[in-house]
Protein backbone atom coordinates (compact mmCIF):
# COMPACT_ATOMS: atom_id res chain seq x y z
CA UNK A 1 0.00 0.00 0.00
CA UNK A 2 1.25 3.72 -0.76
CA UNK A 3 0.49 6.21 2.01
CA UNK A 4 1.36 10.13 1.23
CA UNK A 5 0.93 13.46 3.61
CA UNK A 6 2.76 14.68 6.61
CA UNK A 7 2.01 14.10 10.40
CA UNK A 8 1.62 10.88 13.22
CA UNK A 9 -1.47 8.92 11.89
CA UNK A 10 -2.75 5.53 13.02
CA UNK A 11 -3.86 3.06 10.41
CA UNK A 12 -6.48 0.87 11.27
CA UNK A 13 -6.27 -2.55 9.08
CA UNK A 14 -9.31 -4.88 10.10
CA UNK A 15 -10.32 -8.47 8.98
CA UNK A 16 -11.73 -9.03 5.67
CA UNK A 17 -9.92 -9.88 2.33
CA UNK A 18 -6.56 -9.54 4.43
CA UNK A 19 -7.06 -11.88 7.65
CA UNK A 20 -6.44 -10.21 10.67
CA UNK A 21 -6.40 -12.28 13.94
CA UNK A 22 -6.64 -10.76 17.73
CA UNK A 23 -3.54 -11.94 19.18
CA UNK A 24 -1.51 -12.82 16.30
CA UNK A 25 2.18 -11.19 14.95
CA UNK A 26 2.25 -9.19 11.76
CA UNK A 27 5.53 -7.90 10.46
CA UNK A 28 4.87 -3.86 9.22
CA UNK A 29 7.70 -3.00 6.47
CA UNK A 30 7.63 1.25 6.24
CA UNK A 31 9.65 2.33 4.10
CA UNK A 32 12.73 -0.42 4.33
CA UNK A 33 12.17 -0.32 8.52
CA UNK A 34 10.56 -3.02 10.10
CA UNK A 35 8.69 -3.14 13.24
CA UNK A 36 6.40 -6.11 14.58
CA UNK A 37 2.86 -5.24 15.72
CA UNK A 38 0.13 -7.57 17.78
CA UNK A 39 -3.55 -7.76 16.43
CA UNK A 40 -6.00 -6.33 19.44
CA UNK A 41 -9.38 -7.30 18.90
CA UNK A 42 -10.74 -4.62 17.16
CA UNK A 43 -7.82 -5.14 14.53
CA UNK A 44 -4.48 -4.59 13.72
CA UNK A 45 -3.31 -0.76 15.04
CA UNK A 46 -0.11 0.23 13.08
CA UNK A 47 1.31 4.31 14.21
CA UNK A 48 2.95 5.67 11.23
CA UNK A 49 4.76 9.04 10.68
CA UNK A 50 4.23 10.49 7.17
CA UNK A 51 6.34 12.63 5.39
CA UNK A 52 5.70 12.41 1.97
CA UNK A 53 5.07 9.54 -0.12
CA UNK A 54 6.22 5.77 1.40
CA UNK A 55 4.96 2.40 0.88
CA UNK A 56 3.39 0.12 3.64
CA UNK A 57 4.10 -3.41 3.65
CA UNK A 58 1.79 -5.64 6.46
CA UNK A 59 2.33 -9.09 6.71
CA UNK A 60 1.39 -12.24 9.01
CA UNK A 61 4.87 -13.49 11.12
CA UNK A 62 3.61 -17.06 11.53
CA UNK A 63 3.42 -15.94 15.30
CA UNK A 64 0.12 -16.87 16.64
CA UNK A 65 -1.77 -16.77 13.49
Known sequence: MSLNGRGEVTLLVRSGA??????????VVLGGASSQVVAKDGGL???VVL???IDLLVQPTGSGN
Open 18 to 27: FPVTPGASYR
Open 45 to 47: LVP
Open 51 to 53: DGP
